[in-house]
């Protein structure tokens, strides 16, 4: 028998026998539910606690967009709020990713101002009842040790160019002029703010304008009003998120993996620390405002959404 005449039938005997491998697999999961997990694949980010740099977020997203496996992304947000350009960062990948896949936010405890400002870019967003979300609007605080500094005898010289290159000193209260230049700021960033939510939402502004007072809502209440679109725990964020995807069956949960040396988590943990004593203190010090309980208190940089 010629080489290629062995070949040839070598060949058919493989084919023959994968054949009936294949079938006797199918006889043996006969009447079995049989499910395939290709590709049903659920990108999952969490944004816990204040926003104060949006790179780590904003990869975790851009990595789970441009993998092909993953058919949605849900993102857990529990933030009181953070930094204006960080959270319009974050805004902006999650606008630009659920233009190619369903994003979905899950709303923990507390998701406002800043918290709430990324949660609007989503296709769906999931809260609690009681959650605590909303506060749209600006706040820049600046602290002043001018009593203090007089009491033990500390006095300050400043040598500048340029009227506000000392505004916000702690030595001095604002001047008029200082005022007024960062109510303009702030109106500004306030309008970007409303802006957004708008777009994100799909509401028009004026309806935005009349609730962007820096007011808290409950979960509940955001529904009402359209800033949050289905009422429910993480659980149920999945299962919207699934069907958004077309998943079929129990998807799996998929966490980037977290790039950070040891030296970046020696210094994360001690600023949550310096963070968690911050916030301890503005809420013994909140009798003067009524969100003081859920806005933890910083001191750089002074432009914050909460």
């Known amino acids: 028998m010629k080489s290629s005449h062995k070949t040839i039938l070598i060949s058919l005997l493989l084919v023959i026998g994968f054949g009936l491998l294949f079938s006797a697999v199918l006889i043996t999961l ?3 539910k049989i499910a395939l997990h290709l590709n049903e694949k659920i990108g999952m980010v969490f944004v816990e606690g204040p926003i104060m740099d949006s790179k780590p977020i904003v990869d975790e997203i851009t990595d789970l967009r441009k993998d092909d496996q993953i058919k949605a992304i849900l993102i857990r947000v529990e933030s009181p709020g953070g930094g204006v350009g960080p959270s319009q960062e974050i805004y902006q990948e999650i606008q630009r990713t659920k233009a190619s896949k369903p994003v979905v936010v899950s709303m923990g405890s507390l ?3 800043g918290g709430y400002y990324i949660s609007a870019a989503a296709t769906k967003i999931v809260a609690n009842p009681g959650t605590i979300t909303g506060s749209i609007g600006v706040i820049v605080e600046f602290l002043r040790f001018q009593r203090l500094m007089e ?5 300050l010289d400043v040598v ?3 009227e506000f290159k000392d505004m916000g000193s702690p030595h001095r209260p ?3 002029n200082e005022k007024d230049m960062l109510l303009k700021v702030l109106e500004d960033i ?3 703010f409303v802006k957004d939510v708008a777009k994100g939402r799909g509401i028009e502004e004026e309806k935005v304008k009349q609730i962007a007072d820096g007011r808290i809502f409950s979960g509940k209440e955001a529904k009402e009003l359209g800033l949050v679109d289905e009422l429910g725990n993480l659980q149920d964020a999945i299962e919207i998120t699934k069907e958004l995807a077309g998943i079929k069956g129990e998807p799996q949960i998929v966490m980037p993996k977290k790039k950070k040396r040891l030296l970046d988590l020696f210094f994360e943990d001690m600023t949550q620390k310096i963070i968690t004593t911050l916030y301890k203190l503005k809420q013994e010090a ?3 405002n009524s969100y ?3 806005m933890p208190l910083f001191i750089l940089p002074p432009l914050k959404t909460y």
């Open 160 to 162: 500048k160019m340029g």
């Open 151 to 155: 009491k033990i005898g500390l006095e």
């Open 286 to 288: 909140s009798a003067l």
């Open 111 to 113: 998701a406002a101002s």
């Open 30 to 32: 006969k009447g079995k």
């Open 174 to 176: 604002l001047t008029d």
């Open 190 to 192: 306030h309008g970007q």
């Open 292 to 294: 003081g309980n859920f």
